[in-house]
């Protein structure tokens, strides 16, 4: 089982990126995928949780409070990838980003993931 993170690259404030996790070993669509940040010298934050949508009419989503309504989840599921869409992004958004999943298929927090991917390095400046 292994995810892998891409997409990211450097952007001026205000601008946009778009994420992608992948996976390879399992069906993505059957857990919950949460995107985490790091930043140099700061502790990794739990960024935004995508629900499986395996029974349900939509996957559910969470934002944390300094992305909400900028940031983005939605599903491929025909190409097993999330994608996480970044929009006016400011230069605190420079950090790594990963993607992770504790293989459960709603999201519930941000501790207890079992698989992470690789991150991105996403770097936001003018």
């Known amino acids: 089982v292994q995810l892998q993170a891409s997409g990211g690259g450097l952007v001026q404030p205000g601008g946009s990126l778009r994420l992608s996790c992948t996976a390879s070993?399992?069906?993505?669509?059957?857990?919950?995928i949460s995107w985490f940040r790091q930043a140099p010298g700061k502790k990794r934050e739990g960024v935004s949780c995508?629900?499986?949508?395996?029974?349900?009419?939509?996957?559910?989503?969470n934002y944390a409070n300094s992305v909400k309504g900028r940031f983005a989840l939605s599903r491929d599921n025909a190409k097993n990838t999330v994608y996480l869409q970044m929009n006016s992004l400011k230069p605190e958004d420079t950090a790594v980003y990963y993607c992770a999943t504790d293989t459960l298929s709603n999201c519930r927090g941000w501790s207890g993931m079992d698989f992470w991917g690789k991150g991105t390095q996403v770097t936001v400046s003018s």
């Open positions: 070993g399992f069906n993505l669509d059957y857990y919950a």
């Open positions: 995508i629900s499986s949508s395996i029974g349900s009419s939509d996957a559910s989503t």
